[in-house]
């Protein structure tokens, strides 16, 4: 375990980028319903997309990255939830009223200053993933604080904005997103980066969620809230990890994260002490005419290798479990449409390399034993002198340090990956076709009343559920919605829809049972027919454990499982069948026969009226 003075050594940075999709009946911009799905229109729209200079007048990092790869963009429109301002054929309507209370709501609830404009911006989006190329994006608060223990955690920033599109599929040259999800409003949180070490950082996480999902206004389900998380340590530069959704994973990938940076510091002062050099691609397919190294036999087309001057060795260092500086170099290629690339730090013999083929690049590129090389190669041969050259940045910033970099949370892996060059600064331009909001006094006063207060929800689940420890689970956990709903729907004891919730369908996930796939209009019935008596809790935990899908498959199970329960004057029946025993010997013998259809304490009822 390691404590807060080694992450004060290193000069451990850390900040979240907390995006939650809100509870709205309609889209931030348009009148499209906020639904999840809706009936494919069939209609696909084509586009292709150029970088813009930004506000600034540079062009972004990451803008010129993405478009070097000369994509196209194809989008899959729907029924309900996609129209001409969803596509950008039509100027945005009115800012949706009700996103923008939620907005304030959950501000309101971070101690901010709010703007007395809300002021919409389009920010540059290069990925695709809005059929635009930009995104709206609003202020919404400032200067806000979260207490976490006795620290205090400022939050600089808080947005409200348009979802982008979901990706469907993507390859070298194309990607396909959907609509649908387009225009969904989102609330963007922002913290400085100054927490203090990875659990620090799941605390801040899960904190900020808690304040979100008591607001009771925003979307649950997987993607309605994304971490990302910003790393950095004194030596290098700010790295970006998306897709942080796993909670529990957070602190151990941060920490893999942190072990790479500071691998790639060890790797930078090394090759900076042996003079490393990066020189210039060659190409080298002459070589290979005739080769049967199947990676390269298969691209069949050019191939072209580089000389790492003094990197012997450290190419195949290891920065991660299972990932080595090679394979950060071969993340860059890949962005050219390669498959990877072959190093000299790698058995070559797995490749087929012949001695004729290995004389041959050490011959052309100059190599001698202290250097390395790399080799790509291709069909295209311009995607063959892209990859190469992007190997060869990436090998050059080997001896710079860190690069700034945009990776994605693996958390099946507990690491993270690289996606793109981090974007610059120069992303954001004004929104001339939505007119700015003012926000009111009353309007903030609004807000007010509603604002989350943790430690009076907690006090008053407290006393709901009747027990400390599950309504403190309960605040954290993202079934707290399902839990009022239920509770509002049907008339049951609390305690026992927070243990079902919370304990029972805990275990049997835990026993591979997919019981999350269970909606809460369903659980509802089922806490409905608890509440009739036509089932015992009991019961309730069997069907469950069954994953109905619906109320006619709750139904289907009560009869095929035998979930009925049984009704006083069976229960008489039962008992007078062992008259003669002792009221504990009836018990268990009924029990064991009924276990699922009897409730104990009734039982007990029956028996003492004899
Ligand atoms: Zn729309």
Known sequence: MKDQAYYDSIGFRCGLEIHQRLKTERKLFCSCLNIESSKPLGIKIHRVQRAVAGETG???????????KNRTFIYNTFQDNVCLVDIDEEPPHELNREALMISLVITASLNPSSPSDIEPMRKEVVDGSDPSAFQRTMLVGYNGSLGIGNRTIRIPTIFLEEESCGIESSDNSTAVYNVDRLGVPLVEIDTDPEIKNPLEAK??????????????KVQRGIGSIRQDVNISIREGERVEIKGMQDLDAMD?????????????VEIKKLLVGKRGKVHAP?????????????????????????????????????????????????????????????HSDEDLNKYGFSELELQ????????????????????????????????????EHAMIGIPPETRAADSKNMITRFMRPLPGGSRMYPETDAKPVAVGKELLELAHTDIVDIERSAKELEKLIGNRQLASQMLKSYKFQTFNSIIASVKV????????LLEKMKELKRQGILVDGISDATLIYIFGKYAKKDIT??????????????????????????????????????????????????VGKVMAEHKLNVDAEELMEVIAKG
């Not at 069907?543 to 979930?563: C, F, G, T, Y």
């Open 282 to 342: 060659q190409d080298l397919t002459d070589i290979f005419e005739n080769t049967q190294i199947s990676v390269i036999k298969s691209s069949a087309g050019k191939v072209y290798g580089i000389r790492l001057e003094n990197f012997a060795g450290v190419i195949g260092m290891e920065i991660n479990p299972n990932r080595r500086l090679g394979s950060e170099i071969s993340d860059y290629a890949k962005m050219a449409g390669v498959r990877g690339i072959i």
């Open 252 to 264: 151990t990938i941060i920490d893999r994260e942190v072990e790479r940076q500071l691998a790639l």
């Open 58 to 68: 540079k062009l972004d990092r990451s803008t010129s990255f993405e478009s070097n």
């Open 493 to 500: 004891e609390p305690l026992t829809v927070a243990a079902i």
């Open 360 to 395: 041959g690049v050490k011959g052309k590129l100059a190599v001698a034993d202290k250097d390395a090389f790399i080799i790509v190669s291709a069909k295209d041969e311009e995607v063959a002198r892209k990859a190469i050259n992007l190997a060869k940045h990436r090998a």
């Open 203 to 216: 605390e801040v996480a899960s904190k900020i969620g808690m304040i979100l999902r008591l607001t009771h």
């Open 537 to 586: 809790k009991i019961g309730i935990e069997e069907i469950i454990k069954n994953v109905p899908l619906n109320s006619k498959d709750v139904d289907r199970i009560i009869v095929e499982k035998k979930v009925e329960r049984l009704g006083a004057s069976e229960l008489r029946k039962l008992v007078a069948r062992y008259r003669n025993l002792e009221k504990k010997e009836i």
